[in-house]
């Protein structure tokens, strides 16, 4: 049943739980309500929000959720999710639990609202401790903007409007972890002291592209690395198979094997980056929708090499080599390796995202060829 939440003005907010196909609907929908003002905020594909909220999403496989929507005056104003992670208790406790999917119009009574619902749904799970916004874990789309509003987002990354932050300290939210994102050219000049490491290793270091005839045995090599390579980091859940399985559906179709660059440490995988061309290029013209002719158009900017930016989403170095010289150089080597696949694919520009605030060993790699934070995301924790 709808629940009407205590209300300070004359107008009632209204709190349904999404149950069925329409309210999904609505959920959908949210955010272009929130975002119609907003010139840099790029509009997500409808088709691809709906498969990334149902029972095929591979996350379910491992999480529960439930989802809400606020209405105003019957229009849907606001939306935020709530989940428990069977992974992230399994390393983390079993009263944890996160928010997400969390969008809503500057109205304090419907964002309360919305977090008391979400809360509630946790507390009778045995959380003691929630934090968020992830959609739905950490290795998707995670945290609120609180830098970086002038400028639109990149693919496969969030966009906020201003008045999340302080909306959730007023609930009682403290900020918990920020993940910060780069900005760099992608023809960046390579500094001397990594021209010396990659020299230094060049004969125990490999770098090679993705071999696309065994794209199942590569996907299963990038994520053995990733998984290694992040599992000492803040908030860390392993990608499981099935997930970085339709992770790679999406590299197999949008991205060239040049722009997955692999380093072999004599013969042995040991550091991989994956360069994605910015969909977001694209999908600001779309509305949300690659029917009839947003396909056709994406297809044609892809082939004819018409997005002029980019992100690289993964990378990794493997755990042992990490803090060593030849770490340092093997992070060099698969940031340096696809410069010129980059270019011959027209991408001029690329983010680096996000990396952990207190990542200070990547973050000095970024300051020397030339990067520029431009973006800083906000993970909020409350205790129940």
């Given amino acids: 049943m709808p629940i009407k939440s205590n209300q300070t003005n004359t107008t009632p907010i209204t709190i349904r739980p ?18 119609k003002n907003d ?17 095929h999403n591979p996350f379910f496989k491992h999480g529960e959720w439930q989802a809400w ?24 406790g079993n009263d944890t639990g996160h928010f997400g999917s969390l969008e809503c119009i ?7 609202a919305l977090i008391l619902h979400a809360e509630a749904w946790l507390a009778a799970r ?54 910060l994102a780069y900005w760099v050219n992608a023809n960046f000049e390579t500094p001397r002291v990594m021209r010396t490491l990659i020299q230094r290793y060049a004969k125990q270091v490999q770098i090679r592209p993705l071999k696309r005839k065994n794209f199942k045995a590569e996907m299963e090599i990038l994520r053995d690395i990733f998984n290694d390579a992040w599992s000492e980091n803040w908030g860390f859940i392993p990608f499981t198979e099935a997930e970085f399985a339709e992770l790679g559906t999406s590299l197999r179709l949008l991205v060239s094997d040049e722009l997955i660059q692999i380093a072999e440490v004599n013969g042995v995988p040991a550091a991989f980056m994956v360069v994605l061309p910015n969909l977001n290029e694209v999908f600001t013209q779309l509305n949300g929708s690659l029917f009839p002719f947003g396909l056709i158009k994406l297809i044609r900017k892809l082939r004819s090499n018409e997005i002029h930016t980019g992100r690289i989403p993964l990378m990794g170095v493997r755990k042992q080599f990490q803090n060593t010289p030849l770490g340092i150089a093997l992070a060099c080597m ?51």
């Fill in 18 to 35: 999404v149950i069925n196909w329409r309210d999904m609907g609505d959920f959908i929908e949210v955010p272009w309500h929130v975002y």
């Fill in 39 to 55: 010139p840099m905020w790029v509009p997500p594909l409808r088709l691809e929000r709906r498969f990334h909220y149902s029972k």
């Fill in 69 to 92: 929507v606020a209405y105003k005056n019957k229009q849907p104003v606001g939306r935020i999710s709530a989940q428990i992670d069977t992974l992230y208790r399994e390393r983390y």
């Fill in 106 to 112: 500057n109205d304090a009574d419907a964002f309360s």
């Fill in 126 to 179: 045995h959380t003691g401790h929630v934090n968020g916004p992830f959609s739905h874990s950490i290795n998707q789309e995670s945290g609120i903007l609180v830098d970086g509003f002038d400028t639109p987002p990149v693919v496969m990354m969030p966009h906020s409007p201003t008045w999340y932050g302080g909306l959730l300290e007023n609930e009682g939210y403290l900020p918990e972890k920020d993940l």
């Fill in 334 to 384: 698969v940031i340096n390796a696809p410069k010129q696949a980059a270019k011959e694919k027209g991408i001029k520009e690329v983010e680096l995202s996000w990396i952990l605030e207190d990542n200070k060993g990547m973050r000095g790699i970024l300051d020397s060829i030339g990067s520029k934070q431009y973006k800083r995301y906000r993970i909020y924790g409350k205790t129940l």
